[in-house]
């Protein structure tokens, strides 16, 4: 690869140059610092264009790329040192839990071409997640409703739903129990 070839004309930001560096000042002084006030945190991200659902929870040091690529569903959990390097969108369902560390990755480079070409693929977390602390999403993967990533596990293809997933990388260990399945076998089998 040449790195002196490297150009990227094709990439859309999503905003002006202006808009993005008003959003570096903003997410330093409040969504990347220490302060706890996740209703100050939600605010400044809706500000610039996220679309952010009730009862979301945001930790300190949360990192947004771009907040107009995001949306997060109502009551999920956001904790701290999440990176969201959302250089392509990010949809997080609800009432999902990414937990401190996970680092959400939208885009890669074509290491095949001199050029270096960056590619961008947006990433999909369905429903009742739970990415565990210090995991990776990679670029263009499905997070399946109820699945799990276990710590330190790395996903770079899609995520099962209702399965637990671990390693490096990821592979199914198992189906995730579901409570409200799980009591409904037990009252219909003592009714009957």
Sequence with gaps: MRLDLFENPDFDRG?????????????????ESWIPLTRLKVGALRMFGARIGRGVVIKPH???????????????W??????????????????SCLSQGVYLC?????????????????????DQVWLCAKSSIGPGVHVGQGAVLTMGGIAMSDLETWTIHAGL????????MQDGIIADTYRTLKKG
Excluded: C, M
């Design 15 to 31: 905003r002006p140059k202006w808009v993005e560096l008003l959003w570096i000042v903003v997410s330093a002084l409040v969504v």
């Design 62 to 76: 949360v990192r947004v790329k771009f907040p107009w690529k995001l949306e997060i569903g109502d009551y999920s």
């Design 78 to 95: 956001i904790g701290e040192d999440v990176w969201i390097d959302n250089l392509a969108p990010v949809k997080i369902g609800s009432h």
């Design 106 to 126: 939208t885009g890669s480079h074509n290491w095949s071409k001199q050029t270096f070409d960056l590619v961008t693929r947006s990433i999909t977390i369905d």
């Design 169 to 176: 990388p990821a592979k199914q260990v198992r189906k995730r």
